[in-house]
Structure formats: C-alpha cells, structure tokens
C-alpha cells in the first residue's frame, strides 16, 4: 500500500515498476538500520565469567588474595561467658518478630541463588537490578558473593560453632537447609558478610541512598538472627569480613572496571525511571518489625 501511494504518479508501467523496486529497497534498508539501531542500543555486557560451581561464579580475588577471618576475628563466645550469654539474650529477643511479616524478608534473604538475591537490595537501591537492564551491576553482586563468602570459611572451619537451633533445638525459616547447616560453622555469618558487602558496594555506587543501602546491609545480616540460624556475634563477625573484602576487592583492576560501569548502569536506570519490580511498600512493613532490645 505505501509503495502504491508513493509511485501513483508516475507516468508510465516502466516507471511504476522502477519506483517499485526503488521504495521497497529503501524501505528494506530503513527496516534494516532500525533492527540495528535496536541491536546498538542494548546497555554493553560484561566478559563471560567462568562458574566455580553451579550457580556461583569466579570471584575478583584469588585465594591467596583474600583476607584472613582466622587472623582478623577474635575466637567466638567462649561458653558460659558474658558475650555468649548476650548472645542468647538476642537470640531470643529476634524470637519476637518471627510470626511476623519479618520471617518473609528473612526467608528471601536466607537465598543466595540469583536472580531472586539481587532484588534484595533494589527497593533501596530504588531501581531494577536484574541481568538485562544492568548486567554489569548483577555480575558484580554475583562475583562479590563468592569472595566475601569465601573470605569466612577460615574462622568457620576452624572454630565450627554450633548454631542457635542446633542448640535450642528448634525451627528455621529454611528446613530444608538444615542439614547443610548443621555441619557448617555458625561463625562467622556468610549472609552477614554478604550484606553488609553489598550495603558498601551499593553506597559508593549510590551515595544519595546511602543510608537506605547500609540500613538494609544491617537488616539483612538481622534476617540470620531471625531465622535462627546465626548468634549475633556471629553477624558481627560477618559484617567485619564484608568490610574487610570490600576493601581488598578495590585494590582490583577489574572489579573497580565493573564498579564504573554498574554505576552507569544505575544513573541511566534512574534516567528512565525504572522503579523496583519488588513490593517495596511491603518490604518497608517488613523492615519495621524491629528486633527488641534483650
């Protein structure tokens, strides 16, 4: 139809068949540079990065690289000890908020698989963090992940302290991980180091939300002691570990490469007004049950 309109005053067949061809082969050519203006405008992607097992990929830091939780932490609460007994204090205060919308949060926060832990932080982050729209700012929590995991094992396999529902013998938020936790030390908390890692990471991307991030770094490392699974020196453990990654991880070329670029990511996600998919207002109701003071 729009060939048809375009050669209707031409003079002759031989005309019509020129203008024919002619409009139809600009039109393939128009279709043509706008597939790939598409193709163009999709956001650059980050190298492949190798998977250290299925579902976590290679860190920044080589194992030599990473630091030392048995030399940087203090021994656990020795039993019978004012801090142990502070510790169980807690524990039984973070028993307070379970039967509410808090155990949720803290269920989704005891998963580390992606997509679903990058969304953690989006609702203070206050845009969509997924492998599409920011792909270098996804890689980048999947990658620190692993090297702030690995920087508690150290502490972990050396001190192999039992967690708070192997000794009170009672319910986590995921039963069917508990088997694996039970033969995995209780401190430091992974989860805490984790959290409070990527508190810091997203603050310096982020510096407006820097107080919303570091508030849910804090929550997140809360949601083990919730979920009965951590004392909370164990979280306090595990948010030194973070930091202390944290600053080893800028000393590295490529992960300081991927901060610049995820902090593109996140301006031009504000630029188009992407919001968080997640339900941010009932993760705040969430976030409002506090743990009471013991």
Same mark, same amino acid.
């Given at each position: 139809?729009?060939?048809?309109?375009?050669? @209707?005053?031409?003079?002759?067949?031989?005309?019509?068949?020129?203008?024919?061809?002619?409009? %139809?082969?600009?039109?393939?050519?128009?279709? &043509?540079?706008?597939?790939?203006?598409?193709?163009?405008?999709?956001?650059?992607?980050?190298?492949?990065?190798?998977?250290?097992?299925?579902?976590?990929?290679?860190?920044?830091?080589?194992?030599?690289?990473?630091?030392?939780?048995?030399?940087?932490?203090?021994?656990?609460?020795?039993?019978?000890?004012?801090?142990?007994?502070?510790?169980?204090?807690?524990?039984?205060?973070?028993?307070?908020?379970?039967?509410?919308?808090?155990?949720?949060?803290?269920?989704?926060?005891?998963?580390?698989?992606?997509?679903?832990? !990058?969304?953690?932080?989006?609702?203070?982050?206050?845009?969509?963090?997924?492998?599409?729209?920011?792909?270098?700012? #996804?890689?980048?929590?999947?990658?620190? $992940?692993?090297?702030?995991? &690995?920087?508690?094992?150290?502490?972990?396999?050396? #001190?192999?302290?039992?967690?708070?529902? %192997?000794?009170?013998?009672?319910?986590?938020?995921?039963?069917?991980?508990?088997?694996?936790?039970?033969?995995?030390?209780? #401190?430091?908390?992974?989860?805490?180091?984790?959290?409070? @890692?990527?508190? &810091?990471?997203?603050?310096?991307?982020?510096?407006?939300?820097?107080?919303? &991030?570091?508030?849910?770094?804090?929550?997140?490392?809360?949601?083990? @002691?919730?979920?009965?699974?951590?004392?909370?020196?164990?979280?306090?453990?595990?948010?030194?570990?973070?930091? !202390?990654? %944290?600053?080893?991880?800028?000393?590295?070329?490529?992960?300081?490469?991927?901060?610049?670029?995820?902090?593109?990511?996140?301006?031009?996600?504000?630029?188009?007004?992407?919001?968080?998919?997640?339900?941010?207002?009932?993760?705040?109701?969430? $976030?409002?049950?506090?743990?009471?003071?013991?």
């Amino acid at each position: 139809m729009i060939t048809l309109l375009i050669c @209707a005053n031409t003079l002759n067949v031989y005309e019509m068949k020129t203008c024919r061809n002619t409009t %139809v082969a600009a039109l393939l050519y128009g279709a &043509l540079l706008a597939s790939t203006s598409a193709v163009w405008a999709q956001p650059p992607r980050p190298a492949a990065v190798k998977e250290l097992r299925p579902g976590y990929l290679t860190g920044y830091l080589a194992t030599s690289e990473l630091p030392d939780s048995l030399s940087l932490l203090p021994p656990p609460p020795a039993k019978g000890s004012a801090a142990a007994k502070a510790d169980r204090a807690f524990d039984d205060a973070s028993q307070e908020v379970r039967d509410s919308k808090r155990i949720r949060l803290a269920t989704e926060d005891a998963q580390l698989s992606f997509p679903s832990a !990058a969304e953690s932080f989006s609702c203070a982050l206050g845009t969509r963090i997924n492998d599409v729209e920011t792909p270098f700012l #996804y890689q980048l929590l999947r990658r620190s $992940l692993t090297d702030v995991g &690995l920087s508690t094992y150290r502490a972990k396999n050396t #001190y192999n302290r039992p967690r708070p529902f %192997v000794i009170a013998d009672q319910p986590t938020c995921t039963p069917s991980e508990e088997a694996s936790l039970r033969q995995d030390g209780s #401190y430091p908390s992974g989860h805490a180091a984790i959290g409070w @890692a990527w508190g &810091l990471m997203l603050s310096e991307l982020s510096p407006s939300q820097s107080d919303a &991030l570091l508030a849910r770094g804090l929550s997140y490392g809360e949601s083990r @002691a919730i979920c009965n699974v951590h004392w909370m020196s164990d979280i306090a453990a595990g948010r030194l570990m973070g930091a !202390a990654t %944290v600053a080893r991880l800028h000393g590295s070329d490529e992960f300081m490469a991927d901060m610049k670029a995820a902090k593109s990511e996140i301006q031009s996600q504000r630029a188009k007004g992407n919001t968080p998919t997640r339900d941010c207002a009932e993760e705040a109701a969430a $976030l409002a049950a506090k743990i009471p003071a013991p």
